[in-house]
């Protein structure tokens, strides 16, 4: 006999709460989605009446439906805090999108909430959740590579849209992007994050804007990193290679599909996965039954709140690197 | 508002019959599962009770069931012919496994049986909905290589059990595996097989049985293909070349992830997918919900009876050729 | 204490005679260039001059030149045999450029007077010297993929010129081309070719010619293999694959360089090297310091005088094949 | 009729002396080799035997030999000033090896020498004349990825002796390895190196000395760069990646041959070629003829003396970020 599926309401249907949705919908011996909620009524009302489930303008409302069980959050990340503290506050679990928050005060409230509540948190870093990061970790825990040595992280967003946004004045691409990669060096080098040392530019969108920066880091054992961001790529590029003492391991991209054209202009191989969506499709779905797991046996999630909480503070070093041009130390970040 | 989900009944719960059935449980907005059936009672008892849906002990008791709209029939090839005159004759539609079946003269009964009752019959040729061999087709149609010339199809599939089982005395590499790209070759030239030539042997199981063949196609319209088949092979291989005038379209294989491993031993490329089921697990999705979508549209589904019967008759003369080690025509088989 | 510098003459300027010439003039350690002749006296007389060598208008008068201690033939294939007669007569060792001839006839004549002069005579299946070929064909002997079962070819020209030239009213796809592989075969499987079923057609340079051909051929030995042949391809293509009990080999092409471009368009893959004198550089050279090794060892060359009659009739079955649309055993040509 | 070969005398007969001492001796066209020295006379008489060529026991000796016109100084990098120097005086122009000198004051008496001598002088960059960068960078300049972003660099050695030497007490990491791909950047960014910050250990060879690095570097044009160096790899490793506004070039690792083995075990990759007279064979060759052409034209050589000094400067800076722990500007380095 199977166990109940557990009753998600999410809340911001955005491209990513929709992704969210659509796990939620399709593997009904785990989920059952119990509400929705977006400021923009008539979203949240259109697929409330697909979905035959209730639809809120607001998370305060959809927080108030006993039969949701634990929320999924894909709000903008500067009010993943307060929201957080909400559900905490009516008893529900919580899957939080990533950046957890972009303040380390508002973090530490919101945790303060969730620890009084005794409700579960974790957070959406989806990458962890991703089979060739995860096989690379495994191998690199195995001691394939002998002692890491370094790691090179390669993550660039395709240009889609204007310039990343202003997040509480800070340029997004560290909060959306680097910080996928923040949080892939603590969970690949199971160490913390030392001090970053930042070069941003902005050579599509001009110089008012960071949209480029390469990131230099130095982890607590060791290990030393860099990562190459963009927010206005000319493709999709997500890629990891680490050195050891004995080896090194390097995830290359994934393609749309394994066809190579050849023909008298060159040899065209097959294209990367187009963005986010495509490329990590199986790991927003490994992530949320994690997630569900992890409810259901009653243990700590992984990524936990500490790692979320780590991550965003990184993040808010490389971007006081980028904008004083020199290396900061995690320590200066509280 | 939504469609009404399709009442799939299937009949035969091994390998194949369980990952339609995984298909159809998973997918609840096409498709309901409305009973099962399987020789052994006890293993069609299990997945009816795990699912809520009536078991069977026979394909006949199953199609009394009126919940059943069109079943899906995963049993031995050589059941095929008489189970879908007997689902035709109650009126279901049919997905049928490949091959249709391995006599053409219960080939040409149960079409009858078909087109007297007004019931759509698909044939189960998943690789047609594979991605990559999807893509390549498209590229081909558009010309991107020119006129095409000449195709080169591996597949060969993992050394698991035993030699071959054999059906009505010929080898089950002709019917199991080849089939397969006999049926590619007419997807991907739009042609019919004019002869075949096999050299067969059994350099893994022993000179009794055959375990690999080679086969040299000539197409109708020209083209000509070879085929490199294996039912003993240390790993599963499935690529397609396909050259033109203009150029030529190259399908690799599929891996586990993209993660190389370099060491003192050398570079260890990721590991091409294990079998059948993980290869081409989505290429399975895909047809059942294209089969949803002819049933629904009242329109002849493909690939079609005719393509079952051609498919076949080909297998037939590839088993022939092996055995009198000569070119064989199609005209032969009838 | 070096050994002296082999005295080279060589006979016939074209491509590849140049090849060779230019072999000769940069090993200065090996061999030393003692004259040159071509039909086109001009040809001769200019490179003549540059290298400070004799030059002629013919091989005979070549062959008087006591400088001359081996000569390398790279005329056509239809005056080889004649040549190989007289510089045998005239006690010159023979480096002979494939196809040794196109006359089973006129072969057994040259290799009588080989043999009654006491020359030794090397053919220039110089794909045996390539570095891919030879490290698979170590693999393979090392049984590294176990016990060997079929072999697959991809030897496509690019289209540089009109259709291939006709020799002996054969098209020059078999001599040039083919041979080449068939030769490959017999270096690879260390068997002989029992029989050959070729399909050919001319889908660039129109029906009255043959410049694509797909050979199916049985070794002695139950390998199976398929030859894929163009003159007329849109890029070189050279590669080949070996399949066993117990692995695969795969030679792949070499490229320009190794960079590879990425931009909105999609992925760019290195280019294939542009064709024969850039791809089998190096294995001119090799094969040519070969000879010198052997003429030096007084060993009998390899590939050998068997070698080259055995390619050419194996070509000769090709070319009847093709023309009469059936399968040829080799025993049809003496 | 053909120009004079160059009389080419070579100081220092180890690895890369006698990889020179090749060339010159393979390419008699070009070069002439004139005369030799090594400070181990028994090394210097075998190959001056050898080659038939006068041989010293010193290069002030050899420089007296008036059959000398230029030099290639191929010693350990703390004597090339003086030689450098004693070279220009006596009147012969120099190809020195890099690194030009690891002491910008012994520098800049070595170049005041070459300009009052009015010799030529150039720096063995070799790197620069690798079919595959020097493509890459053809691209670059070709404007193919658009405005250059940022570039990686994956510069690793094989682990084959002891830790790296010290040279004037540093390590020679940053001289033998680093210096290559600081010499890099500014060929392929056409800009000057603003400062480096370098996180260096020894995970191999242990605390005490250095065999590892990666450096951040940003140029003046405002491009960053990473590099990630090591003298104790398992494996040569050698790549470049190039980031622009619209695409990317990837240079990959040669291998030994394009031969994959697949066998039950897994995939084995062609190895990467075994470490630099076999990687980078050919642009020895291609160097040293470019200098001959610059001697012969009288034109300023490229890599240039400044080329040599500017990267000299980086590796300085290097070294100092490393034991400082600190991002260093050439600026202090003078």
């Known amino acids: 006999m199977m166990a109940q599926p557990l009753g998600i309401g999410i809340i911001g249907l955005g491209t990513i709460g929709h992704i969210h949705e659509a796990t939620v919908r399709s593997f009904g011996d785990s989920f059952r989605l119990a509400a929705v909620a977006d400021l923009d009524e008539a979203v949240a009302r259109r697929l409330g009446t697909e979905a035959g489930v209730p639809a809120y303008a607001s998370g305060g409302e959809l927080l108030n439906n006993p039969a949701v069980e634990a929320v999924v959050i894909a709000t903008p990340a500067e009010t993943h805090g307060e929201l957080i503290e909400e559900a905490a506050t009516a008893g529900k679990h919580v899957f939080c999108e990533k950046p957890l928050e972009v303040d380390v005060q508002r973090i530490d409230r919101a945790l303060a909430a969730v620890e009084q509540a005794g409700v579960l948190l974790m957070v959406g870093f989806n990458r962890r959740f991703d089979q060739n990061f995860e096989d690379l970790g495994e191998e690199l825990n195995a001691q394939r590579v002998g002692a890491l040595i370094s790691i090179h992280i390669i993550s660039r967003d395709p240009i889609l849209r204007g310039p990343p946004r202003q ?8 909060f959306e992007t680097t910080i996928h990669d923040l949080d892939m060096l603590r969970f690949l080098t199971r160490a913390e994050i030392e001090w970053v040392h930042v070069q941003a530019s902005a050579p599509v969108h001009g110089q008012a804007e960071v949209d480029t920066a390469v990131t230099f880091v130095q982890m607590t054992n060791g290990v030393v990193a860099t990562i190459d961001n963009s927010q206005a790529a000319y493709h999709y590029d997500q890629r990891i290679e680490a050195f050891g003492t004995k080896g090194a391991l390097v995830a290359a991209n994934q393609t749309v599909n394994t066809v190579t054209l050849s023909d008298a202009e060159g040899i065209h191989a ?16 490994n992530e949320l039954h994690a997630f569900c797991g992890f409810i259901k046996a009653g243990v700590e999630p992984r990524p936990s709140a500490v790692d979320g909480r780590a991550a965003t503070a990184a993040a808010l070093a490389c971007h006081r690197s980028a904008a004083e041009a020199r290396p900061v130390p995690l320590t200066e970040i509280g």
């Not at 997040?167 to 560290?174: A, K």
């Not at 097959?270 to 779905?285: A, E, N, V």
């Open 167 to 174: 997040i509480d004045g800070m340029s997004g691409l560290f």
């Open 270 to 285: 097959p294209r990367h996965q187009y963005f986010f969506p495509q490329r990590y499709r199986q790991s927003y779905i």
